[in-house]
């Protein structure tokens, strides 16, 4: 089992930062593969960014590309998602998600095996 838990969440102007952590415990955390995920109110949950277990390999959704990126500290057990240039459109409930093979990055919500409890960002316009 897994474990993750996420923190960092908030209220934010549009065109601002904020940074999403993400904190593993249960199984090595270098051998997962981990992703970011959101969901606003009335929409399915998308994909946001995903990082292979080592970090070599990265993913983002066409959405974020450019504002957001993915690290890991596999030292401390922690992902990130730091995100820049904010925008209303971003407001969601940010998931913190993990898979057990962890070579690949997938943007496929299915193919993550554990999830957090999910944390609140909302950007002001």
């Known amino acids: 089992q897994v474990q993750l838990v996420e923190s960092g969440g908030g209220l934010v102007q549009a065109g601002g930062s904020l940074r999403l952590s993400c904190a593993a415990s249960?199984?090595?955390?270098?051998?997962?593969?981990m992703g970011w995920f959101r969901q606003a109110p009335g929409k399915e949950r998308e994909f946001v960014a995903g990082?292979?277990?080592?970090?070599?390999?990265?993913d983002y959704a066409e959405s974020v590309k450019g504002r957001f990126t993915i690290p890991r500290d596999n030292a401390k057990n922690l992902v990130y998602l730091q995100m820049t240039s904010l925008k209303p459109e971003d407001t969601a409930v940010y998931y913190c998600?993990?898979?057990?093979?962890?070579?690949?990055?997938?943007?496929?919500?299915?193919?993550?095996?554990?999830w957090g409890q999910g944390t609140q960002v909302t950007v002001a316009s």
């Open positions: 249960g199984r090595t955390f270098s051998n997962l593969g």
């Open positions: 998600a993990a898979r057990g093979f962890g070579v690949v990055v997938t943007t496929q919500a299915r193919s993550y095996d554990y």
């Open positions: 990082i292979s277990r080592g970090g070599s390999s990265t």
